[in-house]
């Protein structure tokens, strides 16, 4: 859990962070917007551009 205003509960993976909370934010959980907004402002341009690859590369599991 990430609490605003501090980086408590933020992973070690900051491209991994983004990535989920990107995949949150397309599935309609406008909550995580603010969240994955201050992770972004953690990263690097070079751990964002993996990120955002990462999320436009998704293909979520088909369930059996």
């Known amino acids: 859990v990430i609490w605003p205003g501090s ?27 603010p969240y994955r907004n201050q992770i972004a402002n953690l990263m690097t341009p070079t751990q964002l551009t993996e990120a955002q690859r990462l999320v436009r590369a998704f293909k979520p599991k088909k369930s059996a």
């Open 7 to 33: 980086h408590a509960g933020i992973g070690k993976d900051l491209v991994q962070d983004y990535k989920w909370l990107s995949l949150a934010v397309a599935g309609g959980y406008e909550m995580s917007r």
